[in-house]
């Protein structure tokens, strides 16, 4: 299918033909739903034995009863797992409680309310203070720049991360720029690894922004692989050691995704001054992260080793979806002009670029069809997707069979919606 | 010993008596440290079932599997024993992480950033919003305003809470007040209970203050008796609802001191606009709690009368420090003018007023002398207490007979700074 190559007589029979298929899936009534970024049961039953892994014995490595109030920055383990997650020194790691996201919303507001580097560099004081978002991107980051009044620019995904080009252009032009959201490894939604010369450049734009500047690297899916050798996503931080741009950039992780996903431990990794700003205030708002917790995972996770195995068995569950909704998207779109995605080899959305105009009539479609999908405009700020185009699959949870009949259902809908938009 | 009737004679002679005395309690060497106010290990050791306790069943009783994502308001079962710690009902509860402080914090943050009635009602409008500090107070309460530079302005404990006349005199006199602090049973750090009337009048407060003003009702102690029948607090929710006030407060508490103390679930509790408006900003700042932690707890303390019965356990451990401390003021101070102090019937902590200007000097020989107290100022806002009177005791930690030891240090040091300050 071309819609570009096809007359108005063959689009009208094409119209038809879908129309009468998209019925017949109709009539079959499914109930089912590619929303949901989130393990499945199965995925979490890998870490079911966290519970009852520490026997009485809550002592951690340098000695510490985990079970009292105290330790800010998390036991040493713990920092060292998400250390060699992100590729940083343990000093420079706190390991949190159940969430990165509060993590990040602390860190953000650190920068906006008090300054990473005193009170007079708080991102409060500036008239306009704005924030870089590569599209589509992660709801959930935009939502915290949202709740602070943050004004959100975006700038376009490609194959090779953000357009650096233009990321570098802005940051040139306007010195209200004061962060920038990241997904650098199979980026949420789109699947893309940073390539070598974009995470150098990223490392770049301290020199040339604000020295407010900060960069929210959320590595959510380091270790997040379906198939081996996976691709590597070069060190930022060690970029930035050598340009001299260590205090630009704020990094994250967490075990989420690893073990139970309510229930695991947070990273965040960045330079001395940035985490002694952000320790200051995270000691104000709590004595200590939970510390039991952390020595639960150290016990089922104690090394990169065990924890490489554990992904293996995680990559054997998601694997097939992916490739389910891959085979699906090949097989009806690939010689045609109807839609464009990337292959990913981890992490936990495809994403789905219709022709422009046609995401929120596939969304509505598929969900008269039984097949609940992301609501459009949920991947760009403000709910707002320009040319209504970006559909976020997520595959995880339903079985491959109903991944399969979702996708099906995804397919014919979007066909049919993108004849009819161009019948209009 | 009563200073005022005391000839220079008797002083000198005092000074020199007591000198000696302290001398010899010196070369004894000691280690000693009444500052921490968390749980010993062998309370902490009460709690030490909760690994394992789940046995593979991950599932809360609504049907919710724990391991994954969501359910912001925490799991029914611990919204249920927050509230029955609290005296409210469930539905205005939340059951979230491992730190009340976190909690207050974020409702601190709410109350100035956002506001509870609409952007228009945030506190950091107000040209200088400041806190009712019932004093000697929580540091950590004061710490929270300091961060987000809200003026503190401190109001004096009476044996049945806060001084109400001077209270509701300030409320009535400066619209700017628009939050304070209360520990309302077994008061960080004196101890008292407040009386029904205390609670009513607090209560009341709504209807005087700005209608942004709210109560930060920290009822850290709820459960944490160390006789039986206990002292009852009067519900304040209630009073609110008898006096139309219910938005004016908002309620707090833990089960650190219950199980382990890094390691347990918060609670708060308030009105349903007040809920509305902090759940809107926690769904921002995290996608939940840790659910499974809050499982495992409900196993272990399924209700209330389980968790009087694990309550009445850590009162055996903690009820002879707290004898031990009070004989030991008894016998030194009972008939003298050197110091004031009330007699706690459960909590952390026994607080002690010297005579004014020799907490410092208490505090230092104490330390000279091997026995580490907390420092002078620390129960005040901004660290400083203009008489230079009160000293915060915790002795859970250490043995009956080391608390003793240390108790029996204080005394002379308490004894020697008076005489000597009323020589100078």
Redesign the interface.
């Known amino acids: 299918m071309h819609l570009d190559q096809a007359t108005p007589e063959q689009l009208r029979q094409w119209e038809a033909d879908l129309a009468s298929e998209y019925q017949a899936l109709k009539a079959q009534a499914l109930n089912l739903d590619l929303t949901r970024g989130?393990?499945s049961?199965e995925q979490?039953s890998l870490?079911?034995a966290?519970?009852?892994?520490?026997?009485?014995s809550?002592i951690s490595a340098d000695g510490t009863?985990?079970?009292?109030?105290?330790?800010l920055e998390g036991i040493q383990e713990a920092r060292q797992l998400g250390a060699d997650i992100l590729g940083v020194d343990a000093a420079r790691v706190l390991a949190g409680?159940?969430?990165s996201?509060?993590m990040m919303?602390?860190a953000v507001?650190v920068g906006y309310?008090?300054g990473y580097q005193g009170a007079e560099s708080a991102w409060k004081n500036l008239k306009a203070p704005k924030f870089l978002c590569p599209v589509p991107g992660y709801d959930?980051h935009f939502?915290?720049c949202e709740?602070?009044g943050i004004e959100m620019i975006t700038v376009p995904m490609t194959a090779t991360g953000p357009d650096m080009d233009k990321v570098e252009a802005m940051i040139k032009a306007d010195e209200q720029i004061i962060g920038m959201w990241c997904v650098p490894k199979y980026s949420n939604p789109t699947g893309v690894v940073y390539s070598d010369e974009t995470v150098e450049r990223m490392a770049g734009l301290g020199k040339i922004a604000n020295p407010a500047f900060r960069v929210f690297w959320d590595n959510a899916y380091a270790v997040h692989d379906l198939k081996q050798p996976a691709p590597q996503l070069a060190s930022i931080m060690a970029a930035c050691v050598r340009q001299g741009t260590e205090d630009s950039v704020l990094q994250f992780a967490s075990t989420?995704k690893i073990t139970?996903?309510?229930?695991g431990i947070a990273f965040m990794a960045g330079s001395e001054t940035n985490l002694a700003a952000f320790k200051q205030?995270l000691g104000?708002?709590?004595?200590?992260?939970?510390?039991?917790?952390q020595l639960?995972h150290m016990k089922l996770l104690p090394n990169m080793e065990s924890l490489s195995a554990h992904m293996a068995k995680h990559a054997a569950i998601v694997a097939p979806r992916f490739a389910c909704v891959l085979e699906n998207l090949e097989q009806a779109f690939a010689n045609t002009d109807l839609g464009r995605w990337e292959k990913p080899q981890g992490g936990y959305f495809i994403s789905f670029d219709t022709q422009p105009g046609c995401a929120n009539a596939v969304i509505r479609m598929a969900a008269e069809a039984g097949v609940k999908l992301t609501p459009a405009g949920a991947t760009y700020p403000y709910g707002n997707d320009p040319a209504d185009c970006n559909i976020r699959l997520a595959p995880t949870v339903p079985s491959v069979a109903d991944v399969d009949r979702a996708m099906k259902v995804f397919c014919v809908c979007v066909k049919l919606a993108s004849v009819r938009a161009r019948l209009s």
């Open positions: 989130k393990p049961s979490l870490s079911d966290l519970d009852g892994l520490l026997n009485g809550y009863d985990v079970r009292n109030y105290g330790g409680g159940n969430s996201l509060t919303f602390q507001l309310q008090f959930r939502s915290v709740q602070l989420s139970h996903a309510g229930a205030v104000i708002t709590t004595i200590g992260p939970d510390k039991v917790n639960r």
